[in-house]
């Protein structure tokens, strides 16, 4: 692996940061405000705005891979553009890059019907709706996502779809139209093709947001993760993404590039931690001398630059064989990031926090919203226990 970024990549990294430095840093005030005033699950004011001007700098849409849609970028070129966009929670939306809706169009662009595209993609390419995702379910272990129990049955000329689902993000959005439902359409048939994915307008008759679910006290609008109710709810047999059976098909095939999405966002989280570490401890006085000359402090930033830069390599080492193997090959390298990323992520936070004293778990330095957002990347794509099962079973399997 070449460990040096291309020209273009190095081009496109001074372009994003420049805009971050221009756009979204010295917004981030602004952007709490809009969220604390009047209804919070309204689309802010300051998104629309920036949205315009990241398409007129030529940085929209940069994460789809192997397709004329997007920029033209490998996962690996995508991967420290995507680290810089995560410095700050809601900048990749300004560049249409935030989840679910990458992963959805990922779907879209890879498994869906050229009408599918026209209705659906196109405007969530062009950052005029949003989407969100149907897998987890509160009654049962959605760890095992052979475990759902959400039925989607033929009927006619349509599927008719029963379930309750949650930790469907996005679903809070007002511009949130199109959602991505993952649920049975034949358990009777061998575990892995029981499941099946369809397309399912959120204005459909028979969804009922239950309610918006909080994170560590976090409401996280005005995105949000709902727990839905989809009661006899009808649409057209033609929404079904690929044949019966083939959800789990889809679901590798959006899991990948997902993953590695989120741990290079959460790797620019851990970045600005540090960061904020270091500006706080040159800037405190402890016991006579400054908290950044006291040993434990050197320890610290010591072991979260190591940290951090090892979690980048091997997260680019994934991206890489993504680009070159397959996802397939590189099971072992993502799942390994999946679990690294979060737990190195949560570590620097941790002492950021202790590093600002109280000031650390109050709202005023953002390091809480951060730590509720890496514990949570634990469980998004799957739990730790699940990655660290499939890599041991992959090591063993060297020694068959």
């Known amino acids: 692996m070449d460990f040096d970024f291309s020209p273009k990549v190095k081009e496109l990294q001074e372009r994003v940061s420049a805009f971050m430095d221009e756009h979204i840093y010295p917004n981030e005030e602004r952007f709490d405000r809009e969220v604390a005033q009047g209804d919070r699950w309204q689309p802010t004011k300051l998104i629309e705005e920036l949205k315009p001007k990241a398409k007129e700098a030529g940085l929209w849409n940069l994460f789809l891979p192997e397709s004329e849609r997007g920029a033209g970028l490998t996962n690996l070129e995508y991967a420290p553009l ?96 199109i959602l991505i439902f993952m649920g049975k359409t034949d358990p009777s048939a061998p575990r892995h093709e029981q499941q099946s994915m369809i397309l399912v307008p959120t204005d459909t008759k028979g969804i009922t947001i239950e309610r918006m679910l909080p994170v560590f006290g976090y409401d996280d609008a005005p995105h949000g993760h709902g727990e839905v109710n989809f009661e006899n709810v009808r649409v057209p047999a033609s929404n079904l993404l690929l ?121 005023d330095f953002g390091l809480a919203q951060a730590y509720a957002h890496a514990r949570t990347l634990r469980l998004a794509d799957g739990p730790d226990e699940v990655h660290r099962n499939q890599i041991g079973r992959l090591e063993l399997r060297k020694y068959n």
């Open 82 to 177: 995507c680290e810089i966009m995560g410095r700050v929670s809601w900048a990749p939306e300004v560049f249409n890059c935030s989840a679910p809706d990458t992963g959805n169009m990922e779907v879209l662009e890879r498994y869906g019907k050229p009408e599918h595209k026209e209705k659906w993609l196109k405007p969530l390419l062009n950052g005029e709706i949003r989407s969100a995702f149907a897998m987890t379910e509160p009654a049962v272990a959605s760890s095992d996502a052979t475990n759902i129990e959400a039925s989607i049955k033929r009927d006619g000329d349509e599927y008719v779809i029963n379930g309750r689902k949650w930790w469907t993000s996005g679903i809070g959005d007002p511009r949130c139209k």
């Open 243 to 363: 044949g019966e059976g083939r959800g789990f098909e889809i679901a590798q095939g959006r899991l990948g590039p997902g993953r590695i999405h989120h741990c290079m966002r959460v790797i620019g989280v851990a970045e600005r931690a540090l960061e904020r570490m270091c500006k706080r401890v040159k800037s405190r006085v402890a016991f006579g001398k400054p908290v950044a000359e006291q040993t434990v402090t050197l320890e610290r930033i010591a072991e979260a630059r190591a940290s951090i830069d090892q979690a980048r390599l091997l997260t680019l080492k994934a991206a890489y064989m993504m680009d070159t193997v397959g996802n397939k090959e590189a099971r072992m390298e993502i799942a390994m990031i999946k679990v690294v990323a979060p737990n190195m992520a949560l570590k620097v936070i941790d002492w950021a926090i202790q590093a600002h004293g109280a000031g650390g778990v109050t709202t």
